[in-house]
């Protein structure tokens, strides 16, 4: 049993927190909007132990945010008693190493994705949870958003006939300008690929949680700005903006992109589609999305418009092509932020939806969180992506056990 649970039933947990950067602060916050939001889980999550390599970072998750106590080594939450559960909220080089000592330490985590730089940095996460048996989540947090949960059901529920075929994108211009520092993003080593495994991998977790695995993939890559500004070191942001600096070598892709086939064993049966990721795209700013079409009807979305699910039923009649349906109570997790439709809700809602469905998956509730297993099948697709990039061939996706994205329960 995770946690300690009162006379009145209400389950406490404590909460440690390695890294506070933006992620960082987003999941602390969605651990104390939980007793908000969803009073009936009897849950309080408590702000326990907070680390980060930045002292001024640590000395805010302790001031700023509530917890407890800040230190500087990640080994101190681990090694803290009264830290029940963690969220892992480092840079990807860092997943591997803490995902796998969280693991040894006994501690369910919620990590962010990609879960490391590769599919085999994945897998090694992966294989410590399995062996200590232990809960995890991963930050792939637009499958929350109520209109995508929506967009899921109607699939499962063959409202749109046989699936035929998906668009899916995500066009984020965080390195359109061309002297944009070349920071870690940019390096093979420290951020593995580019936009395939930073953006596109969201794509790929976002449509297998629509419509079910991914079996084939034919990919492309192409770098578009091939250099850039080289970052003296500690001196600036990522977002920093050098003019007439040296320049040095991008090594990963700002472009990324797919065709694909999804399993005969999925509600997608026989489907196919398109998936593309840019990084340095312009006009575009958070557009994640998907158009999928089927015999009967379509549905679309994109994050920039999140409360908009798009819906065409039916080919003929007065109300043929696109309905558009605001967030309301019949979709996914909305009822419990807003008692009213047409109600907008964020991007730090999603957050807390994760939040809760670790919690859930913590406390051994109805499984609803997204697993390592799913993020090792959306690494798999990556790779298999990248690999097809290389050669130029179709690759075979690898299947991993446990990966059901929840298509197995019905839900
Ligand atoms: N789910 C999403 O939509 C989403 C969005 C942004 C980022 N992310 C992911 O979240 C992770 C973090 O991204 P971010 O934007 O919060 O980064 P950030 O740069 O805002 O924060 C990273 C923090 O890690 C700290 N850090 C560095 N080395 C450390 C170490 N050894 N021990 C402890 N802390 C250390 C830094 O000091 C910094 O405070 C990445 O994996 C990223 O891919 C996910």
């Known amino acids: 049993m995770v946690g300690r649970t009162d006379s009145a039933g209400i ?19 969605a651990y104390q909007a939980i007793p908000l939001v969803d009073p009936e889980l009897k849950i309080r999550p408590r702000l326990i132990h907070a680390a980060d390599t930045a002292a001024d970072r640590a000395d805010y998750a302790r001031d700023v945010l509530g917890y407890a106590k800040g230190s500087t080594d990640y080994r101190a939450v681990l090694a803290d008693p009264d830290v029940d559960i963690v969220s892992i909220c480092a840079p990807n080089l860092l997943h591997k190493e803490i995902g796998i000592a969280a693991a040894q330490a006994g501690k369910p985590f919620w990590i962010e994705k990609p879960v490391g ?7 090694a996460v992966a294989a410590a949870a399995q062996t200590a048996g232990v809960a ?54 420290l951020a593995g690929s580019g936009a395939l495994g930073d953006l596109l991998s969201h794509v790929v977790d976002l449509v297998q949680y629509v419509l079910g695995p991914i079996t084939d993939v034919s990919g492309l890559l192409s770098t578009i700005h091939k250099q850039r500004p080289i970052l003296p070191m500690g001196q600036a942001t990522h977002f920093a903006v050098i003019e007439n600096g040296e320049l040095g070598e991008v090594e990963n892709d700002d472009y990324a992109a797919a ?16 998936l593309e990721a840019s990084r340095v795209i312009v006009g575009p700013q958070c557009g994640l999305g998907f158009e999928i079409y089927g015999t009967e009807g379509s549905v679309r ?11 065409a039923i039916g080919r ?7 309905t558009t349906i605001l967030g309301n109570s019949a979709q996914g997790d ?14 730090d809602d999603l957050k807390v939806i994760e939040a809760r469905k670790f919690l859930v998956a913590v406390t051994g509730g109805e499984r609803r969180n997204s697993t390592i297993e799913e ?10 992506i990248a690999s097809s990039a290389v050669d130029g061939q179709w690759h075979k996706v690898p299947e991993v056990p446990g990966a059901t994205f929840g298509h197995d329960s019905g839900v």
């Open 316 to 322: 003929t009649g007065p109300n043929q092509g696109y």
């Open 11 to 29: 389950t406490e947990i404590g909460v440690g927190l390695i890294s506070v950067g933006w992620m960082g602060k987003l999941h602390s916050r």
């Open 301 to 311: 979305w994109n994050f920039e418009q999140m409360n908009e699910l798009h819906l």
């Open 117 to 123: 730089r590769d599919a085999a940095d994945t897998a």
């Open 259 to 274: 065709l694909v086939r999804f399993s005969a064993d999925s509600p997608a049966a026989g489907a196919v589609g398109t």
């Open 334 to 347: 909305y009822a419990a932020f807003q008692p009213g439709p047409g109600n907008s809700m964020g991007y």
């Open 375 to 384: 993020a090792l099948a959306d690494a798999n697709v990556i790779t298999a």
């Open 136 to 189: 995890t989540s991963i930050g792939y947090n637009y499958r929350g958003a109520p209109a995508v949960e929506r967009a899921r059901q109607l699939i499962a529920n063959g409202d749109l006939g046989r699936i035929t075929n998906v668009r899916a994108v995500f066009f984020n211009g965080y390195a359109s300008e061309p002297n944009g520092a070349l920071s870690w993003r940019f390096k093979k080593d």
